[in-house]
Every structure is written in C-alpha cells, then in structure tokens.
T-cell receptor, first 114, second 111 residues
C-alpha cells in the first residue's frame, strides 16, 4: 500500500502560469514533508519542505501548502518557467519517531511550455 | 567533494553475477540511505545507516541484497546472484538533520 500518493503522473502548464502539484498521504505519523525535483540522469534535489506545525511555507516562486486534516499537500510554482520542467517527488517522514527514512510518491512529470 | 558521490554511474552485468555499488556521502553526515528507483516509480527505500550500523534494513527485498558502512562514511551496496528484475537506478542519500541530499545514482542493468 502506498503511503504517499501522487495521483497525477504528468502535468502540462504554460510558461508564466501557476503549476499546482498535489500529494496525499495515509500515515498520520508523518510530520515532515518535502518536495524533490529530478532531472534526467541526475539524483533528486531538495526543493522545499514543511513541518506539520505549519500550513504554508514559501520560498521564492515555490510555496508548499499542508492540510493535515485532509492529509494533503500541494506545491505551487508561480510563475512557471521552462526550466521547471522535471519530475517532482513528494516525500514524507516522521521526525518524532526518530528520523525515519523518507517515503516517496511516484512523482509527477511537469512540462512547462514556452 | 561537496556532494554525494556514487560510483559507477552505470553498470551492466550478466544475470547471476555479483555487483557492488559505492556511495561517498557528504562529509560529516552520519545518516546514509539507499533507495532504488524503477522506471515510472518514486525512490523506494532499501536501507538506512546511522553511523556504522544499519538502523533500518526493512526495505531490502531479499537476502541477495546487503549493505555495509564499516567506518561510518563510505557505504557499499552488494547484490549477489543478480536477476533481471534488479535492473534499476540505485540512489544513495546522506542527511544532515531534516534534509536528504542525493547522489546522481548508479544505473544497474542486468542482462
């Protein structure tokens, strides 16, 4: 059973518009959430994170929203740029349980069209 | 080096052979993780080291897979009697407190 789910395998967005990537989780023990970005032939790179004590974290064009009651988080990229085209992975862990390994979703491939 | 380094970047091996994949973590990071990523999937957890000891090896698929980290720095993932289903990208990550930094991965192809 998948504990972290990214139900959209792909997303296409026009340059300058907002990209919204969604992620759902089932394990209520998760208290720390991260987004990673992956280009072909490279390892995932950390993008942004959020602790369960917050509902929003913003870093430049990237904002992550967390809805704990719905066990849902989303990554907003605005404005989207062609260089944002990559696979985005949502990941979760339980820091309060002793820094458990990250559990990843299957990823969403974002294509930003110029 | 500044980042996590994995060698080799690509490995092609025949079914039944033994392979070793190496990971050099970021200096000073005590936590080290191995993940496996198959096509169209997210990284799948294999094993986690805290220092020299395996804190969690629950993700290793079977006893053909083994990993060591004898001095608490470099780690080696060892796969015995490789099977075609072992073909994947094997990712290593090291961690400070809350953020894991990944290497570029080793693409293993078993033919």
């Amino acid at each position: 059973d998948q504990q972290v789910k990214q139900n959209s395998p792909s997303l296409s967005v026009q340059e300058g518009r907002i990209s919204i990537l969604n992620c759902d989780y089932t394990n209520s023990m998760f208290d720390y959430f991260l987004w990673y970005k992956k280009y072909p032939a490279e390892g995932p790179t950390f993008l942004i994170s959020i602790s369960s004590i917050k509902d929003k974290n913003e870093d430049g064009r990237f904002t992550v929203f967390l809805n704990k009651s719905a066990k849902h988080l989303s990554l907003h990229i605005v404005p989207s740029q062609p260089g944002d085209s990559a696979v985005y992975f949502c990941a979760a862990s339980s820091l309060n349980s002793g820094n458990t390994p990250l559990v990843f979703g299957k990823g969403t491939r974002l294509s930003v069209i110029a | 080096g500044a980042g996590v380094s994995q060698t080799p970047s690509n490995k092609v091996t025949e079914k039944g052979k033994y392979v070793e994949l190496r990971c050099d973590p970021i200096s000073g990071h005590t936590a080290l993780y191995w993940y496996r990523q198959s096509l169209g999937q997210g990284p799948e957890f294999l094993i986690y080291f805290q220092g020299t000891g395996a804190a969690d090896d629950s993700g290793l698929p079977n006893d053909r897979f083994f990993a060591v980290r004898p001095e608490g720095s470099v780690s080696t993932l060892k796969i015995q009697r490789t099977e075609r289903g072992d073909s994947a990208v094997y990712l290593c990550a090291s961690s400070s407190e809350t953020e894991a930094f990944f290497g570029q991965g080793t693409r293993l192809t078993v033919v």
